[in-house]
């Protein structure tokens, strides 16, 4: 499968623990884009890269969110101190240019806190 | 500023009879719209784009979507659904010049009756 790649699919953690999750975009994709989605609603744009540059970061990801991308391939996100209300999916997307508009989505990390 | 407002939270129909999806946007800017569809426990998956060429633009499935810029809206259509249609829709707009980061709206669930 050379679709975008998540991991793991599914995670449980207890508030106020600090949980990792990996997103490996289609190969030679530029663009990687972070999402989160809760329950009945539209998913929320986070932070985008353009390989490993963050080029902007939504107002949603506080100072608990960090995401990163070493060497413009895959990209981690960490969320730290996790609470209640991080619960949701948490989607990666990609797409192989700047002028290519089609993102390619993941299935995304589900993420519950206790 | 770039906004989306899905009229129709669910909306249930027939299978044999059309669907109808509403979808009414904002935008600074000539934007590009698109139609992403969400299976249970699947990727979102694009069913069809404008970018401002044709007005009437066909998608995957049967889907075809109308862009009429005097009433900023981009509703999708089919004319006959099946059972596989039931899924979460969601219309999204996005603009090169904000990264081409996708606004999602709330979503409409789509339910297929037999």
């Known amino acids: 499968d050379t679709g975008v790649s998540q991991d793991p699919r599914h995670k449980i953690t207890k508030r106020g623990q600090n949980v990792t999750f990996r997103c490996d975009p289609i190969?030679?994709?530029?663009?990687l884009y972070w999402y989160r989605q809760t329950l009945g609603q539209g998913p929320e744009f986070l932070t985008y890269?353009?390989?490993?540059?963050?080029?902007?970061k939504s107002r949603l990801l506080s100072d608990r969110f960090s995401a990163e991308r070493p060497k413009g391939s895959f990209s981690t996100l960490e969320i730290q101190r996790t609470e209640q209300g991080d619960s949701a999916m948490y989607l990666c997307?990609?797409?192989?240019?700047?002028?290519?508009?089609?993102?390619?989505f993941g299935s995304g990390t589900q993420l519950s806190v206790l | 500023a770039q906004s989306v407002t899905q009229l129709d939270s669910h909306v249930s129909v027939s299978e044999g009879t059309p669907v109808l999806l509403r979808c009414n946007y904002s935008s600074s800017y000539s934007p590009s719209l698109f139609w992403y569809v969400q299976h249970p426990n699947k990727g979102l998956q694009l069913l069809l784009k404008y970018t401002s060429a044709a007005t009437l633009v066909k998608g995957i499935n049967g889907f075809e979507a109308e862009f009429k810029k005097s009433e900023t809206s981009f509703h999708l259509t089919k004319p006959s659904a099946h059972m596989s249609d039931a899924a979460e829709y969601f219309c999204?707009?996005?603009?090169?010049?904000?990264?081409?980061?996708?606004?999602f709206g709330g979503g409409t669930r789509v339910l297929v009756k037999p």
């Open positions: 190969s030679e994709h530029n663009r």
């Open positions: 997307a990609s797409s192989p240019q700047a002028t290519n508009e089609k993102l390619f």
């Open positions: 999204v707009v996005s603009l090169k010049a904000a990264g081409n980061k996708l606004t």
């Open positions: 890269f353009q390989n490993e540059a963050q080029l902007e």
